[in-house]
């Protein structure tokens, strides 16, 4: 017990940094396995890992690490250049000293490399060192354009997305589009589908962000993202589709594409990223004439975010005009920053149908003079031709009455009796189809897992020799018989 205490205090007098730097000796570890094994899963667990790692960083952890590693004659050039971007600190010493003897004359894998440069570009990227933050990108991705190695595509593309990151701090998103396409092509030729979809993705935030969605949905067509992708490239490239196909009116397509991004979504993280697709997703919703649920709007990580949109779906379910301009005007700044105004304003229309409904299912017989007025219309005329769409585009059932100046509406019509039934029956045939496939794809074994209960080569030739034995008996048996 008293062993146990004193280890405890040890653990708790041991200083912040230091277990930042080990911790970060640790993952170097483990890329090395992955490099020496061909295994993704160990890289894939530092890369995991990254969110926490990034908090610990600070001057003084980075500069102990890159004087502990780069120890080769070859290294000295990459450690130096990594250093400029490092402020000036107190390094760490004793306990952790350079390697030496054959070690320190080693060159580092490239995946280290590679790994510690991306460390020192994602603290110039918190630490809001935008300028330096570019240089050391452009230095990183001038390196791994000499580099042709599959053990390297999952570190590669996350130096890809800061890449673009580190432009889009200093407002030179733009100036980043090149290179990217030249490495898609690159990652394409390469069948190095990680960096692939990162990019790809990259590029769609790189056109969207300037409103250059014809642009954006060429890339779509001629691009295939490939399957082999994680979830979170799966989410986001689902969320950009969705932006996409809203803007082209196809809300059927955009719902569908926006659901599927909320579920690949990480569960327990990303809270942002929920919120935009909520938003996106609510408003595509309502382009569709459905109304959201209630419950929609009250999950605890979106119910700050989305209270501009429960205002406004709460206008356009009630189909009160006055309203949804007063909500519009209200929140049209969030509504900008959310790129959702463009879509919101769409919803004038729906507002007035769901208004047209209303009066339709209250009153069987209503002069054009009363919905005018209910509609806050400037004459009887402008009603008439309202309700007149509505009848024709199926929001309503009714009958007009030129003479008298009035609508009569219909009985409601069976729903049953049409094809809407089948169709949606079908669309969750094709959905739960997908989502079994989806879930295939994504099971992992363990490597070599299945080689335990195979046969060698000489029970194989034992067991054939017995069954032709078998196969001559029976013959025999047969031959007998008759």
Same mark, same amino acid.
Not at 20 to 46: A, G, N, P, Q, Y
Not at 204 to 225: G, I, P, S, W
Not at 326 to 340: E, I, L, P, R
Not at 467 to 472: G, I, N, Q, R, V
């Given at each position: 017990?008293?062993?146990?205490?004193?280890?405890?205090?040890?653990?708790?007098?041991?200083?912040?940094?230091?277990?930042?730097?080990?911790?970060?000796?640790?993952?170097?570890?483990?890329?090395?396995?992955?490099?020496?094994?061909?295994?993704? !899963?160990?890289?894939?667990?530092? $890369? %995991?890992?990254?969110?926490?790692?990034?908090?610990? =960083?600070?001057?003084?952890? @980075? +500069?102990?690490?890159?004087?502990?590693?780069?120890?080769?004659?070859?290294?000295?050039?990459?450690?130096?250049?990594?250093?400029?971007?490092?402020?000036?600190?107190?390094?760490?010493?004793?306990?952790?000293?350079?390697?030496?003897?054959?070690?320190?004359?080693?060159?580092?894998?490239?995946?280290?490399?590679?790994?510690?440069?991306?460390?020192?570009?994602?603290?110039?990227?918190?630490?809001?060192?935008?300028?330096?933050?570019?240089?050391?990108?452009?230095?990183?991705?001038?390196?791994?354009?000499?580099?042709?190695?599959?053990?390297?595509?999952?570190?590669?593309?996350?130096?890809?997305?800061?890449?673009?990151?580190?432009?889009?701090?200093?407002?030179?998103?733009?100036?980043?589009?090149?290179?990217?396409?030249? !490495?898609?092509?690159?990652?394409? $030729? %390469?069948?190095?589908?990680?960096?692939?979809?990162? =990019?790809?993705?990259?590029? @769609? +935030?790189?056109?969207?962000?300037?409103?250059?969605?014809?642009?954006?949905?060429?890339?779509?067509?001629?691009?295939?993202?490939?399957?082999?992708?994680?979830?979170?490239?799966?989410?986001?490239?689902?969320?950009?589709?969705?932006?996409?196909?809203?803007?082209?009116?196809?809300?059927?397509?955009?719902?569908?594409?926006?659901?599927?991004?909320?579920?690949?979504?990480?569960?327990?993280?990303?809270?942002?990223?929920?919120?935009?697709?909520?938003?996106?997703?609510?408003?595509?919703?309502?382009?569709?004439?459905?109304?959201?649920?209630?419950?929609?709007?009250?999950?605890?990580?979106?119910?700050?975010?989305?209270?501009?949109?429960?205002?406004?779906?709460?206008?356009?379910?009630?189909?009160?005009?006055?309203?949804?301009?007063?909500?519009?005007?209200?929140?049209?700044?969030?509504?900008?920053?959310?790129?959702?105004?463009?879509?919101?304003?769409?919803?004038?229309?729906?507002?007035?149908?769901?208004?047209?409904?209303?009066?339709?299912?209250?009153?069987?017989?209503?002069?054009?003079?009363?919905?005018?007025?209910?509609?806050?219309?400037?004459?009887?005329?402008?009603?008439?031709?309202?309700?007149?769409?509505?009848?024709?585009?199926?929001?309503?059932?009714?009958?007009?009455?030129?003479?008298?100046?009035?609508?009569?509406?219909?009985?409601?019509?069976?729903?049953?009796?049409?094809?809407?039934?089948?169709?949606?029956?079908?669309?969750?045939?094709?959905?739960?189809?997908?989502?079994?496939?989806?879930?295939?794809?994504?099971?992992?074994?363990?490597?070599?897992?299945?080689?335990?209960?195979?046969?060698?080569?000489?029970?194989?030739?034992?067991?054939?020799?017995?069954?032709?034995?078998?196969?001559?008996?029976?013959?025999?048996?047969?031959?007998?018989?008759?």
């Amino acid at each position: 017990m008293k062993d146990e205490t004193e280890k405890e205090v040890e653990v708790e007098k041991k200083d912040p940094n230091l277990l930042s730097v080990e911790d970060i000796r640790e993952h170097c570890k483990l890329i090395r396995r992955s490099v020496e094994t061909k295994e993704t !899963r160990f890289v894939l667990r530092v $890369l %995991r890992a990254l969110p926490v790692t990034r908090r610990k =960083l600070n001057p003084t952890v @980075l +500069r102990t690490v890159l004087k502990t590693f780069y120890t080769a004659e070859g290294d000295k050039d990459t450690k130096e250049s990594l250093l400029k971007f490092v402020a000036p600190a107190v390094e760490l010493d004793g306990s952790l000293t350079p390697s030496r003897g054959k070690a320190s004359a080693t060159p580092l894998f490239p995946e280290v490399d590679y790994y510690m440069s991306l460390l020192v570009l994602i603290h110039l990227i918190d630490q809001k060192k935008g300028g330096e933050a570019v240089v050391c990108a452009k230095q990183i991705v001038a390196k791994l354009e000499n580099q042709n190695r599959r053990t390297l595509d999952l570190i590669s593309a996350k130096c890809y997305f800061y890449y673009m990151r580190a432009h889009e701090m200093v407002g030179q998103l733009a100036d980043s589009r090149t290179m990217l396409h030249s !490495r898609l092509r690159t990652a394409t $030729l %390469r069948n190095d589908f990680e960096g692939q979809a990162v =990019l790809i993705n990259c590029l @769609l +935030r790189n056109y969207l962000h300037y409103n250059l969605y014809n642009q954006a949905d060429k890339l779509v067509l001629k691009c295939t993202f490939p399957e082999q992708a994680s979830n979170n490239e799966w989410a986001r490239y689902y969320y950009y589709l969705g932006r996409i196909k809203a803007m082209q009116l196809d809300y059927s397509e955009a719902h569908k594409h926006l659901l599927q991004s909320a579920r690949k979504a990480p569960q327990n993280s990303a809270a942002g990223f929920k919120q935009h697709v909520a938003k996106l997703s609510v408003t595509v919703d309502l382009l569709l004439g459905n109304i959201p649920e209630r419950q929609t709007f009250l999950l605890k990580e979106v119910k700050v975010a989305l209270h501009p949109y429960l205002q406004l779906t709460q206008a356009v379910k009630s189909g009160d005009l006055v309203r949804f301009a007063d909500v519009v005007k209200n929140f049209a700044d969030q509504f900008n920053t959310d790129h959702t105004y463009t879509l919101i304003m769409r919803l004038h229309h729906n507002v007035v149908k769901t208004a047209v409904r209303t009066i339709s299912l209250a009153y069987s017989k209503i002069t054009f003079a009363d919905i005018a007025q209910k509609l806050l219309l400037d004459s009887p005329e402008d009603a008439e031709f309202i309700v007149a769409k509505a009848i024709r585009d199926g929001v309503i059932e009714a009958v007009l009455d030129h003479d008298s100046g009035t609508m009569q509406s219909r009985d409601t019509s069976d729903v049953y009796a049409t094809r809407e039934p089948q169709i949606a029956f079908n669309q969750r045939i094709e959905f739960c189809l997908d989502l079994h496939n989806h879930s295939v794809k994504a099971m992992r074994f363990p490597p070599k897992s299945y080689n335990k209960e195979l046969e060698s080569a000489e029970d194989r030739r034992e067991r054939e020799a017995q069954d032709l034995e078998l196969a001559k008996e029976m013959a025999e048996d047969d031959d007998d018989a008759y």
